[in-house]
């Protein structure tokens, strides 16, 4: 099966299959702790009670919109975010890279209004990671990244 992925991730030999509370399970019943949280977006555990319910009743309304329309959770977690910001407007995307692009055109767009489009630099970390396009392997800190894409 892992012959048809591409080896875009050093991944560890390990298939898991479920998931309780703060623990995975692997295909041969081992427990793990689960430090990686899918990356940081499944901080609230596996199967929690909470979640599946919010999910389930979600469901049974409607699966997915896409960005071209509005729906009743989008429109409540914008009011929620932007009340507990102070912001006035917020922006949702679909992963981290996203996030991330959107930062950088973000601060590109600011600093052309007021420095015009000849001032621009985005200050990133050695070692960091930022995603897999264009513009997250820019500021992402690890030369690998940046073999044969100019």
Do not use: W
Not at 25 to 49: C, M, P, R, S, T
Not at 117 to 144: E, K, N, W, Y
């Amino acid at each position: 099966m892992k012959e048809h992925l591409i080896p875009t991730y050093n991944r560890y030999p390990v298939t898991f299959v479920s998931g309780n509370g703060v623990y995975l399970y692997d295909k041969n019943g081992k427990e793990y702790l689960d430090f990686g949280a899918g990356i940081a977006v499944n901080a609230l555990g596996h199967q929690d009670a909470g979640v599946k319910k919010a999910i389930t009743e979600q469901l049974d309304k409607v699966q997915h919109v896409s960005n071209l329309y509005y729906s009743e959770p989008l429109l409540e977690a914008a009011e929620v975010l932007a009340d507990a910001t102070g912001m006035d407007q917020v922006f949702f995307t679909n992963s981290g890279t996203e996030a991330v692009e959107g930062a950088l055109k973000l601060a590109r767009r600011y600093q052309s209004l007021k420095k015009g489009d000849d001032v621009c630099q985005i200050v990133s970390m050695l070692g960091s990671f930022h995603g897999r396009t264009l513009g997250a392997v820019t500021v992402t800190g690890q030369p690998d990244y940046h073999k044969n894409y100019g």
